[in-house]
């Protein structure tokens, strides 16, 4: 299953949620990929950082007939080579390759077209979006069989929502596409902000995430520490939210 995690607005918490999910499912026995295709590299940050530009999914994009098992490599957690998860990294020059991108033919199906010769090397593959959309997050929208949108309980957090799901819809070239939503950076002590937001996704419920992250320190010292709350504090509400999240993704696929 490949899962892109995509929402234009920023500060939502997509690497956060890309980082820690690709953990949990490799714990759990998944072989599972991470193409960070932000350039802000946040995710590559986390799981390996210090990479040669002609090491990351730069080159697939700007190459159709690369050996993408070249740009693919193990991740570490504290130095250590981790079992069952891998990492296609991004770094600072995938933002100037975008002007090459948009000159291709079919630049929308890049990815797709290089993660097809890989499908059955992985159970998940997640796919870290920037925070537009952009070619690189249509390329993800075209790749993927699962849309997973963070939100958070912020006052603006939907922006712009309508017009996500017209571009997923227009990539899609559909009406139906699989999307879910997952709720982020909740605080109980913000009741009218709950209600208010918890309100406006009334519409989505459907396609709401039972799994709710709550606001809690150790994953933003997790972040500060590049590593995932996981490994930094593995008995934290961070840790127990992100447990309930992998296990209803598996159970998703």
Same mark, same amino acid.
């Given at each position: 299953?490949?899962?892109?995690?995509?929402?234009?607005?920023?500060?939502?918490?997509?690497?956060?949620?890309?980082?820690?999910?690709?953990?949990?499912?490799?714990?759990?026995?998944?072989?599972?990929?991470?193409?960070?295709?932000?350039?802000?590299?946040?995710?590559?940050?986390?799981?390996?950082?210090?990479?040669?530009?002609?090491?990351?999914?730069?080159?697939?994009?700007?190459?159709?007939?690369?050996?993408?098992?070249?740009?693919?490599? =193990?991740?570490?957690?504290?130095?250590? %080579?981790?079992?069952?998860?891998?990492?296609?990294?991004?770094?600072?020059?995938?933002?100037?390759?975008?002007?090459?991108?948009?000159?291709?033919?079919?630049?929308?199906?890049?990815?797709?077209?290089?993660?097809?010769?890989?499908?059955?090397?992985?159970?998940?593959?997640?796919?870290?979006? =920037? =925070? %537009?959309?952009?070619?690189?997050?249509?390329?993800?929208?075209?790749?993927?069989?699962?849309?997973?949108?963070?939100?958070?309980?912020?006052?603006?957090?939907?922006?712009?929502?309508?017009?996500?799901?017209?571009?997923?819809?227009?990539?899609?070239?559909?009406?139906?596409?699989?999307?879910?939503?997952?709720?982020?950076?909740?605080?109980?002590?913000?009741?009218?902000?709950?209600?208010?937001?918890?309100?406006?996704?009334?519409?989505?419920?459907?396609?709401?995430?039972?799994?709710?992250?709550?606001?809690?320190?150790?994953?933003?010292?997790?972040?500060?520490?590049?590593?995932?709350?996981?490994?930094?504090?593995?008995?934290?509400?961070?840790?127990?939210?992100?447990?309930?999240?992998?296990?209803?993704?598996?159970?998703?696929?």
């Amino acid at each position: 299953m490949k899962i892109g995690i995509l929402n234009q607005k920023g500060g939502v918490g997509k690497s956060t949620i890309a980082v820690n999910l690709a953990y949990g499912l490799a714990v759990s026995g998944k072989k599972t990929l991470l193409v960070d295709i932000d350039p802000q590299a946040h995710s590559s940050v986390i799981f390996h950082p210090d990479i040669a530009k002609e090491k990351t999914v730069r080159e697939i994009f700007l190459d159709r007939s690369l050996d993408i098992k070249k740009v693919i490599h =193990p991740a570490r957690v504290d130095g250590a %080579t981790m079992d069952n998860l891998f990492i296609l990294p991004a770094d600072i020059h995938l933002a100037t390759a975008t002007e090459q991108i948009n000159a291709r033919t079919h630049r929308e199906k890049l990815l797709h077209q290089h993660l097809r010769k890989i499908d059955d090397s992985f159970t998940y593959i997640l796919i870290d979006c =920037p =925070p %537009t959309l952009g070619v690189l997050s249509v390329n993800a929208i075209f790749a993927a069989d699962l849309i997973l949108i963070p939100t958070t309980y912020g006052r603006y957090s939907l922006d712009g929502i309508a017009d996500l799901f017209a571009t997923i819809s227009e990539v899609k070239e559909s009406e139906t596409y699989a999307y879910r939503v997952v709720r982020n950076g909740f605080d109980s002590r913000n009741r009218v902000s709950n209600t208010f937001i918890d309100s406006q996704l009334a519409p989505l419920r459907a396609n709401i995430l039972e799994t709710i992250i709550r606001k809690n320190e150790a994953i933003n010292q997790a972040q500060m520490n590049n590593e995932p709350v996981f490994t930094f504090d593995p008995r934290s509400n961070g840790a127990r939210d992100f447990q309930s999240l992998t296990s209803e993704i598996i159970s998703h696929g």
